[in-house]
């Protein structure tokens, strides 16, 4: 701000105070800063309407090399000249008149023409200045010296060319190189040498098409190693494979003819248990038998004493009625002498006699039938007693029968047990074995996936030129693996196969070469 103080008086002279004034003049200081700065640092020439250098600055001076405005005045007409932009061509002078009349202002690059010849590029503007009616009144050029701006970009375009120019060389290098690895040549180097700049680049692209020279070398000579090896294990695990089943098919037969061999010792045991029944029945049967036959020889040997007693009886019997005849006998003589009177008691000794002599007669025959019946009970007693003996015979070897029956059941239950272990021991080799065979299926599987993969390696490795002696597209030739039998489906793992595995485990040809080895 700026101020101006006053005093006030009245018409006596006598002051009655001040007056303060205070003026903004930010803006007129900042224009004359600005004004500064472009007197500095721009070049300002202000022209007439004819062309006449009216007023120059001192940067202005300086660059054209005049002492004075007076010196530069005579040329005034020739002091600036337009040239070609890099998007437009220089306007003309008419057409600079023209746009200056119009109240356009002309920008833009021109030639200042300074004393002794001498030419600066200067960037900048021609700005109509009218006068109060609007008439051109005068034109101020302001613009700045881009002479040395203009050399260094020259400069640095020639380095951007040359720059340019050698990583057209080295990209062009680079890529013939490239090209040559993609197509597999890894013998070819870049022998030219490049700009000092990208020389380690070239060094570099050299070491590693060595380096990736040697690597494909060493996978080459691996994948053929590799491919060998796997066709050997693919082999070796194809006829592991069908071993594996044949043993696990064999197996299978040997469990169905355990399973089989087991039913029979059991219904062997079954059968033994119920002949031991049996046996021991009969052993009863004979053992009551031999009871019974002691019993009937001792009612035999009651019957004979029986007899005997009976027979006894009989003598006696006969003896009474050969006394009793005697006594008739007697009793009939004195009844005779006797005579008349004793004729009624010789008729009851007559009857006496009579039924004595019948007596006589029957104890007679009852003696005959018990000497008949004591003969027979007699052979009856022996044949009971041989009956007897007989009967302890058999039951000696009915015992004997049935011990060995219990024996042969025993060991029949033992085999049985025995045999229900191995069947169990069996199926689970079975099963053991049929994992195996499934394991051994995804090995076989494994082995020529990794034999396909070798061949893949092998080739892809084969298409890299390595020497001199093999071109890139070169197969590689080696022997294919042996075939094999087809991968068979996935081997069950259950404890049973059908009639038809076992027949193909049977008609499985035996593949044997190699197997010592592997």
């Known amino acids: 701000m700026r101020a101006s103080i006053a005093a006030v008086t009245d018409g006596d002279g006598t002051q009655l105070g001040h007056v303060i004034e205070l003026e903004d003049v930010t803006q007129a200081e900042l224009n004359a800063a600005l004004l500064n700065a472009l007197e500095t640092r721009l070049l300002r020439v202000d022209f007439a309407r004819d062309h006449r250098v009216l007023h120059c600055n001192r940067p202005v001076l300086a660059l054209t090399g005049f002492a004075s405005l007076e010196e530069m005045r005579p040329s005034g007409h020739d002091l600036l000249e337009p040239v070609d932009m890099p998007d437009a061509p220089a306007p003309s ?42 008439a051109l009144e005068r034109v101020v050029f302001l613009g700045a010296d881009i002479t040395d701006q203009l ?3 020259e400069i640095l375009d020639a380095e951007r060319v040359r720059i340019a120019q050698e990583q057209q060389q080295v990209v062009s290098a680079l890529g013939r190189g490239l090209g040559k690895l993609s197509e597999g040549d890894l013998l070819h180097s870049l022998d030219t040498a490049f700009p000092d700049d990208y020389e380690g680049l070239r060094q570099d692209f050299n070491s590693a098409a060595h380096a990736l020279k040697e690597a494909m070398i060493a996978v080459h000579e691996n994948a053929i190693s590799i491919r060998s090896e796997t066709t050997e294990i693919s082999g070796a695990a194809d006829d592991l494979a069908q071993r594996t089943e044949r043993q696990a098919a064999t197996l299978e037969e040997t469990a169905t003819a355990l399973d089989q061999l087991t039913t029979s010792v059991k219904s062997a045991v079954s059968g033994a248990d119920e002949a031991s029944s049996i046996a021991q029945g009969a052993q009863q049967s004979a053992e009551e038998g031999g009871r019974v036959a002691g019993q009937a020889v001792v009612a035999m040997d009651a019957i004979r004493s029986s007899s005997q007693e009976i027979s006894k009886i009989t003598g006696v019997i006969g003896d009474i009625a050969f006394q009793t005849n005697l006594l008739a006998l007697n009793a009939g003589v004195e009844a005779a002498r006797a005579g008349e009177s004793g004729r009624g008691f010789a008729v009851v ?3 006496v006699r009579a039924l004595a002599q019948r007596s006589s007669d029957a104890a007679r025959d009852i003696n005959t039938l018990i000497s008949e019946s004591a003969a027979k009970v007699g052979s009856g007693v022996e044949l009971v007693n041989r009956t007897g003996d007989a009967l302890r015979a058999i039951v000696t070897a009915v015992s004997d029968i049935s011990a060995r029956v219990s024996e042969i059941a025993g060991s029949a239950r033992e085999q049985s047990a025995g045999l229900s272990e191995i069947n169990r021991a069996v199926n689970e080799l079975d099963q053991v074995t049929q994992q195996n065979a499934g394991m051994f299926e995804e090995t076989t599987a494994a082995s ?9 390696l092998l080739a892809a490795a084969s298409r890299f030129r390595l020497s001199d002696t093999a071109p890139a597209s070169a197969a590689v030739s080696a022997p294919r693996p042996t075939p094999g039998r087809t991968p068979s489906a996935p081997v069950r793992t259950a404890a049973r196969v059908d009639s038809r595995a076992l027949a193909a485990a049977h008609e499985a040809p035996a593949a044997e070469t190699g197997w010592e080895e592997f």
Do not use: I, Y
């Open 448 to 456: 020529h996936a990794l034999m396909q993969e070798a061949e893949s």
């Open 93 to 134: 002078a008419a057409e600079v008149e023209a746009r200056l009349v119009a109240g356009d202002a002309v920008s833009g690059r021109f030639r200042m023409h300074g004393a002794a010849g001498a030419v600066h590029v200067v960037d900048g503007a021609l700005n109509p200045v009218r006068s109060a009616e609007g």
């Open 349 to 351: 000794a007559t009857e």
């Open 151 to 153: 050399a260094r970009m």
